[in-house]
């Protein structure tokens, strides 16, 4: 059985699978995942707070 590669949602912090994940965004040539629509936009307002 293959593990699955979990992602973290930079906003709250939780392990997301990318497959199952509320939403994507490309930022900086990075794929961003978000588990809810409160913290795509969080991140949306301000995303240089959430991306090193």
Known sequence: MEKKRLVTD???GMKI???TAY???EYGGR???FCSRTC???F???PKKYVK
Do not use: A, M, T
Request: net charge negative; aromatic share 6%; charged share 50%.
């Open 44 to 46: 949306k307002k301000k």
């Open 31 to 33: 794929v961003i995942y």
């Open 40 to 42: 795509e936009e969080e």
């Open 23 to 25: 939403s994507k965004v």
């Open 10 to 12: 930079p906003v709250c």
């Open 17 to 19: 699978d990318p497959d």
